[in-house]
């Protein structure tokens, strides 16, 4: 029997686990009962139950979609400043009304719940798309858990007798703080969190990498670093303690590994590069693309960064696949400015699609054109 992992505490639960609440006309009301407790549809106390399953460990409330469809998490992780709010913020938007929008004909993305709403709106949307300026930095999970951005993705496949709308994929996003992923001690509170996650998404900052910072120079911005590598191998011990089987086997849950900002690097990619040609999935996952920017990222840590970073995912992980993007198209002219031009990603989508081509959303088209 497949589990449903509470988007909020991150524990698994059997579906007739989850827990329900009295209603309104019940003097327990707010109070919580197993689901196989309910008789012909109403609470021990006699009543109308509340419609939503309620979480057995944290109490909070799952939304109906997100029981049903098995809710896929994805972690999205990264040191601190390596762009991964902004990546979630100009993603969501992008699924919903931009360029990936125009490629997936009759594909939708919708936020699920008013939190996600809420918090997709205030945190990401108008920072960026009102008032065009940079995203905060994350609030730490010392301070309060990353909370899940949920959304449900549906995608039109074509039939032979028309076309068919398929179940919906219900994602869940959680943009952790870039410094508890360098802290150690805070790293085993994400634990559970990564534990949880059906894929990872781990964001490289190319500015934190001393041979490219001596490049490109950091514009006067306040200059954190991390060790990315370190992040990396944190990551894969954490979940080796986690993972049931012998500690030599590699982590199942697949990785991608993307390169960011990489408006900020064009002197560092040859004219042929792929990167510099924008992505060719339309409609489809086109695998030969995927895999000749997954070569050249490749080659790029490899000259610029550190051989033994490749060495240690490919140590750590059964399937993993390097990705470049910017998320904004262009760098901010200074700490409350995006560039006058506004928000022109490019292949800010690719992992995402990756992974939704793994999870079987959509095809993934092998051959060569
Ligand atoms: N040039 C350029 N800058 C970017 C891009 N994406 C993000 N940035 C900048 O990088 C900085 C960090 O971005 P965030 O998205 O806040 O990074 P984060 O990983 O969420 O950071 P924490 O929340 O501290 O972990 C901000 O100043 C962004 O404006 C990009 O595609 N290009
Ligand atoms: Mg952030
Ligand atoms: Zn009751
Ligand atoms: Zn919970």
Same mark, same amino acid.
């Given at each position: 029997m497949t589990k449903t992992?509470?988007?909020? +505490?991150?524990?698994s639960h059997r579906r007739n686990e989850l827990?329900?609440? +009295?209603?309104?006309?019940?003097?327990?009301? !707010?109070?919580? =009962?197993v689901e196989r407790?309910?008789?012909?549809?109403? +609470?021990?106390?006699?009543?109308?139950?509340?419609? /939503?399953?309620? +979480?057995p460990?944290?109490?909070?409330?799952?939304?109906?979609?997100?029981?049903?469809?098995?809710?896929?998490? #994805?972690?999205?992780?990264?040191? *601190?400043?390596?762009?991964?709010?902004? @990546?979630?913020?100009?993603?969501?938007?992008?699924?919903?009304?931009?360029?990936?929008?125009? /490629?997936?004909?009759?594909?939708?993305?919708?936020?699920?719940?008013?939190?996600?709403?809420?918090? $997709?709106?205030?945190?990401?949307?108008?920072?960026?798309?009102?008032?065009?300026?940079?995203?905060?930095?994350?609030? *730490?999970?010392?301070?309060?858990?990353? %909370?899940?951005?949920? =959304? *449900?993705?549906?995608?039109?496949?074509?039939?032979?007798?028309? *076309?068919?709308?398929?179940?919906?994929?219900?994602?869940?996003?959680?943009?952790?703080?870039?410094?508890?992923?360098?802290?150690?001690?805070?790293?085993?509170?994400?634990?559970?969190?990564?534990?949880?996650?059906? !894929?990872? #998404?781990?964001?490289?900052?190319?500015?934190?990498?001393?041979?490219?910072?001596?490049?490109?120079?950091?514009?006067?911005?306040?200059?954190? =670093?991390?060790?990315?590598?370190?992040?990396?191998?944190? &990551?894969?011990?954490?979940?080796? %303690?986690?993972?049931?089987?012998?500690?030599?086997?590699?982590?199942?849950?697949?990785?991608? #590994?993307?390169?960011?900002?990489?408006? &900020?690097?064009?002197?560092?990619?040859?004219?042929?590069?792929?990167?510099?040609?924008?992505?060719?999935?339309?409609?489809?996952?086109?695998?030969?693309? !995927?895999?000749?920017?997954?070569?050249?990222?490749?080659? @790029?840590?490899?000259? @610029?960064?550190?051989?033994?970073?490749?060495?240690?995912?490919?140590?750590?992980?059964?399937? $993993?696949?390097? =990705?470049?993007?910017?998320?904004?198209?262009?760098?901010?002219?200074?700490?409350?400015?995006?560039?006058?031009?506004?928000?022109?990603?490019?292949?800010?989508?690719?992992?995402?699609?990756?992974? &939704?081509?793994?999870?079987?959303? #959509?095809?993934?088209?092998?051959?060569?054109?």
């Amino acid at each position: 029997m497949t589990k449903t992992k509470c988007p909020y +505490c991150w524990t698994s639960h059997r579906r007739n686990e989850l827990h329900m609440r +009295c209603g309104e006309r019940c003097e327990h009301k !707010g109070e919580t =009962f197993v689901e196989r407790q309910l008789k012909n549809g109403r +609470c021990p106390h006699g009543q109308l139950p509340q419609s /939503r399953r309620v +979480c057995p460990n944290c109490g909070r409330e799952l939304l109906r979609e997100y029981v049903d469809s098995g809710g896929r998490n #994805i972690a999205v992780i990264g040191s *601190s400043d390596s762009g991964k709010s902004t @990546w979630v913020g100009v993603l969501v938007h992008e699924f919903q009304r931009g360029q990936v929008n125009e /490629r997936f004909v009759g594909m939708s993305l919708d936020l699920l719940g008013e939190e996600s709403r809420l918090r $997709y709106q205030r945190d990401f949307d108008t920072p960026l798309f009102e008032e065009h300026r940079p995203l905060r930095q994350t609030a *730490s999970a010392r301070v309060s858990r990353p %909370e899940p951005l949920m =959304f *449900s993705l549906r995608f039109r496949r074509e039939r032979k007798l028309g *076309s068919a709308r398929v179940a919906p994929v219900v994602t869940v996003f959680y943009d952790t703080a870039g410094e508890d992923v360098a802290r150690a001690a805070a790293m085993d509170e994400l634990i559970n969190y990564l534990d949880a996650a059906e !894929g990872i #998404i781990l964001l490289l900052d190319p500015v934190q990498m001393p041979k490219v910072r001596d490049l490109v120079g950091t514009n006067g911005a306040k200059t954190r =670093f991390t060790d990315q590598l370190h992040v990396l191998n944190r &990551l894969g011990e954490l979940l080796r %303690e986690r993972s049931a089987g012998p500690v030599s086997r590699r982590l199942r849950t697949p990785l991608a #590994i993307a390169l960011t900002k990489l408006d &900020l690097l064009p002197e560092t990619l040859p004219p042929a590069s792929p990167l510099r040609q924008p992505s060719r999935h339309v409609g489809v996952y086109d695998e030969p693309d !995927g895999l000749d920017v997954h070569e050249e990222v490749r080659a @790029w840590l490899d000259q @610029w960064y550190d051989p033994a970073f490749d060495r240690s995912i490919a140590n750590t992980f059964e399937t $993993y696949r390097y =990705f470049g993007l910017s998320a904004l198209g262009a760098p901010p002219v200074d700490g409350d400015h995006l560039a006058p031009a506004g928000v022109h990603p490019y292949r800010l989508e690719d992992p995402m699609l990756w992974l &939704l081509a793994r999870f079987g959303a #959509i095809k993934m088209m092998k051959g060569k054109r």
